[in-house]
């Protein structure tokens, strides 16, 4: 593939009928890399997915590849010369065309030679297991299958960036995990530098080098799948990366332990304790100090894995009755009502019955607090 | 939806089976055999003969095809940009089409009458273009073909646009940018993708709007020369019917109109599919 | 996608738009004006105006009579086409059956074939029936093309309104007629009134089929209008454009009322 140095884009804005789809988006993306846009519908994730494919204009901001600006707005190369490769949600395979000469497309484009054209299609199609395939037309197709030709339409041209859109929302579930597992073997084959946009936490989680999380036009996040996971940025992350438990509560005591800080946290009348990894500087840290200056509210955050049935090591426990209860085979996912009248949800590996009652405890690094309003 | 006719199926669509074969399919096998009929009733082909071998009536088929011709030619080849400019709609969108139907809904004769002054020696539009100095004298465009022709296109351009605006906005917009992405310009993507998608809908507007021109009646009377220049083959029709009252050879002649519109849509019809082999789907993936 | 400004492109459309809608408007305004015009022979504007040439019109024909003839043409054949064409298009829409596609393209014959085509053997049948040269025969040959139009029309209304929930209502205990009833009627009525309105006026607008049919008393207002022109000697020009622009309120009406139901595009579309 194609490679460059520096790709970066700077304080990518598009505002769009008054209203703002995204907000000063800047990234610096590494050759190679795999990097997913996460997010909720309208976060902005397609609309900075197409800023940088060049299909829609952008208001502010600047994007530019190895020192050479491609699009600041007022002038840019457009996306036939880019030699970016993108996948559409729904394939968008030419319906008139055969298997080979939607994947032929662009090499006819670039007018090579015939036997040039066959030989690099083949490959192309042998690299997503569509061999023979070559003259059906996408009507004859499986959606995965059409799936497999867009991204072989776009990788036989050696593109030096490929963009994904949502591209397995489309699929049933099984065929999600198979064509996920596919895409993944291809990168690492292939090395190309790709943008990945979804909704889907677990495929942000299992295919990136790094995530960034977005959320109304403005990133929220960005680190590797570790970090999001677990070490959300702010609230809205922890709850779209999977925390529950998110209860409002005071700041009893805070106290400040080089990069921890020790927290004692009141949810109605439970009182739980909080050991958090904000460092210096980290907006979280500051955050959660100017709360407990003034007295204000916070939030918490548990993951519901991190709930352990039993006492802790000191020996505290929290009593409560299960009120619902999921079988999901390994686990269950259960719910249950606490002596302070707060739901918690749980994921507990043995099984439960409704109605028992079970005593809780959780580490306290487990625990995430946040500032409340600081979404 | 439910399979077979049972169950009032049937008697749902009694009343219009039995209207079409009553008021259409009878008339037009009746007409066929009043057609190969002489007055007397005697089996005859008299009827065509006269029709063939009389230059005067012979010649409105061709005629009637150097009008319907260009005519359709010219609204379905306009309408192609027009409606690719504005597949993916524009502001003011509403107004225009709705000034697009006016001469749609108003009809040919309107449209007719009202060219026989506007578009006369001293009408506005011939003032226009002197004043422009286009040209020095006045244009002569009614009361001979050129009337005619530019009544089609009055009438005909809008129904041709409408029609491939509509096939052009269903095209996936997803093609045109995956078009773009893999390196076409637009006059690429134009060619290789929107035009061959079209050509469906292309197709079926030339032979719809074709088959419109080729009957054209009330504009080629008002607004031509129905005694010479603009004598087309529904005006010989209509002629000996209702002027001679030979109901035979007003049959046969709207036997050989049906005929030719037959023989050209077949044309058309082949010329598509050779260009659009294979795929039959053009819907959003 | 969106539009960059000012492009070679948009300046050809807009000039293509404004001489296409200019000429029309152009027709429309000289009708207009010469109706109500006196010596006007050259020149931009009438030098005066009057309105004697309604007069005119008026005495040579029976305006009122016309009109009704035409709106009762117009209703009839919209009433006599709904009963026809709303149960073929609720079979059409809800059942698969062998020869489908055959019988689709014969309920569609009458809407492609150009009236001139089958028009006259028709007149001829009607004339042998001696149903022409009567109201009821221009009703008769006036549904011809307008039935098959309103199965057109009416078929995605109908198919809109899911087979779901017709089983419903069934599962809810009504049987087959109060389903009808009280469930597709009311759902479909939008669609009803649609094609309703858009064959009225499509028909008002219909010539050749009358033309061939119709007699001295049952003439529609389109068809008095071509006689009119037709026997430009006979009659002043003025005089034959006040009656076009009787017509032309007339239709202009009926459009104005069918687009409150409907948009522009969808008009043309339901013609094909």
């Not at chain 2, 009043?34 to 082909?45: D, I, K, R, Y």
């Not at chain 3, 042998?128 to 025969?137: D, M, N, Q, S």
Request: charged share 15%.
């Amino acid at each position: 593939m194609k490679e460059f140095s520096r790709f970066i884009v700077k304080e990518l804005t598009k505002e769009f009928e008054g209203k703002t789809a995204l907000s000063r988006f800047s990234l610096e993306i590494a050759n190679g890399e795999f990097i997913t846009f996460l997010g909720p519908s309208g976060c902005g994730k397609s609309t900075a997915l197409n800023c940088i494919a060049g299909l829609i204009p952008i208001t502010h901001g600047e994007i530019s590849i190895d020192g050479e600006c491609i699009d600041d707005g007022k002038n840019k190369i457009p996306p036939e010369k880019r030699s970016f490769g993108m996948v559409f949600q729904n394939y968008a395979l030419f319906p008139h065309l055969s298997v080979f000469n939607n994947v032929a497309f662009g090499l006819r484009l670039r007018r090579l030679s015939k036997p040039l054209i066959h030989e690099k299609v083949t490959a192309a199609l042998k690299l997503v297991h569509l061999e023979g395939h070559e003259n059906k037309f996408p009507a004859q197709m499986s959606g995965g299958e059409q799936q497999r030709v867009a991204i072989a339409r776009c990788i036989v041209l050696e593109p030096r960036l490929l963009m994904l859109d949502e591209p397995l929302s489309n699929l049933d579930a099984k065929l999600r995990t198979e064509m996920r597992n596919e895409l993944h073997t291809l990168h690492t084959r292939l090395g190309v530098t790709t943008i990945y946009v979804t909704h889907d936490q677990q495929e942000a989680l299992a295919l990136s080098d790094r995530i960034v999380v977005m959320r109304l036009g403005h990133i929220q996040q960005v680190g590797a799948p570790g970090q999001v996971y677990a070490d959300p940025a702010n609230l809205f992350v922890a709850d779209f990366m999977g925390f529950k438990n998110i209860w409002d509560a005071s700041l009893g005591a805070l106290r400040e332990n080089g990069d921890m800080l020790e927290a004692e946290v009141t949810v109605k009348s439970m009182k739980l304790k909080a050991r958090l990894r904000y460092p210096q500087g980290d907006p979280r840290r500051d955050g959660l100090i100017a709360a407990f200056k003034a007295g204000a509210a916070v939030k918490t955050a548990i993951r519901p894995e991190d709930i352990h049935v039993g006492r802790d090591e000191t020996g505290v426990s929290m009593r409560s009755r299960v009120t619902l209860m999921e079988y999901q085979g390994q686990t269950s996912y259960v719910s249950a009502l606490m002596e302070n009248d707060t739901i918690v949800e749980l994921r507990p590996s043995t099984p439960v019955r409704v109605g028992e009652t079970l005593e809780l405890s959780i580490a306290p690094e487990k625990v995430f607090v946040f500032a409340a309003g600081r979404e | 939806m439910q399979k077979g006719l049972k169950g009032g199926g049937i008697l749902f669509l009694l009343p219009a089976i039995v209207f079409v074969v009553l008021l259409f399919v009878y008339p037009f096998l009746y007409g066929l055999y009043l057609s190969f009929t002489s007055p007397e009733g005697a089996p005859t082909l008299s009827n065509y003969a006269r029709f063939f071998t009389d230059w005067w009536e012979a010649r409105t088929i061709w005629v009637t095809l150097k009008i319907a011709l260009p005519a359709t030619l010219i609204n379905v080849i306009l309408a192609i940009p027009f409606a690719y400019h504005m597949r993916h709609g524009m502001r003011g969108e509403k107004l225009i089409t709705f000034f697009l139907i006016i001469p749609l809904t108003l009809g040919t004769v309107l449209v007719s009458e009202g060219m026989l002054s506007y578009m006369g020696p001293n009408g506005w539009l011939n003032q226009l273009l002197q004043a422009i100095a286009i040209v020095r004298g006045p244009v002569r465009f009614t009361h001979n073909y050129w009337g005619v022709l530019i009544s089609l296109v009055i009438q005909g351009f809008p129904f041709a646009f409408l029609m491939i605006l509509g096939y052009v906005s269903g095209i996936n917009p997803d093609l045109e940018k995956a078009s773009q992405m893999l390196g076409a310009s637009r006059a690429q993507t134009f060619v290789r993708v929107l035009f061959p998608l079209m050509v469906p809908g292309i197709a079926i507007c030339f032979c719809l709007n074709f088959v419109m021109a080729f009957s054209v009646f009330p504009s080629a009377v008002l607004l031509g020369e129905p005694s010479g220049p603009t004598r087309v083959i529904a005006y010989a029709a209509y002629q000996w019917a209702l002027e001679k009252f030979d109901f035979n050879i007003a049959s046969a002649i709207s036997m050989v109109m049906a005929a030719i519109e037959l023989v050209v849509i077949s044309g058309v019809l082949v010329w598509r599919n050779r260009i659009y082999r294979g795929a039959s789907m053009v819907g959003k993936g | 996608m969106q539009q960059k400004g000012f492009t070679l492109g948009r300046l050809f459309f807009f000039l293509g738009m404004i001489v296409y809608v200019g000429n029309v408007l152009g027709i429309l305004f000289t009708v207009l004006l010469n109706s109500a015009s006196k010596g006007w022979y050259s020149g931009v504007l009438p030098k005066y105006l009057t309105g004697e040439w309604y007069g005119y019109v008026a005495s040579e024909h029976d305006i009122p009579h016309l009109l009704f003839i035409t709106f009762l043409v117009a209703i009839a054949v919209v009433a006599i086409s709904i009963v026809i064409a709303f149960p073929a298009a609720y079979a059409l829409s809800r059942r698969d059956f062998k020869g489908k596609g055959a019988l689709l393209s014969v309920f569609l014959l009458p809407m492609i074939v150009p009236p001139m085509t089958y028009g006259i053997p028709l007149a001829v049948v009607l004339y042998k029936f001696h149903l022409a040269a009567r109201v009821t025969g221009v009703i008769l040959a006036n549904l011809v093309p307008i039935v098959p139009f309103m199965i057109l029309v009416m078929m995605p209304f109908i198919e809109q309104v899911g087979v779901n929930l017709e089983s419903a209502a069934q599962m809810l205990g009504a049987r087959r007629l109060t389903v009808f009833r009280k469930v597709l009627i009311p759902l479909t009525l939008p669609g009803i009134l649609t094609a309703g309105i858009l064959s009225v006026v499509k028909t008002i607008s219909m010539f050749e089929l009358t033309y061939l049919v119709a007699g001295g008393k049952s003439q529609t207002i389109v068809v008095a209008l071509y006689a009119d022109a037709y026997a430009a000697g006979a009659r002043p020009p003025q005089a034959v454009d006040a009656l076009a622009v009787i017509y032309f309120l007339t239709a202009m009406a009926c459009l104005v009322v069918a687009l409150k139901f409907v948009s522009p595009t969808q008009m043309v579309f339901k013609i094909k």
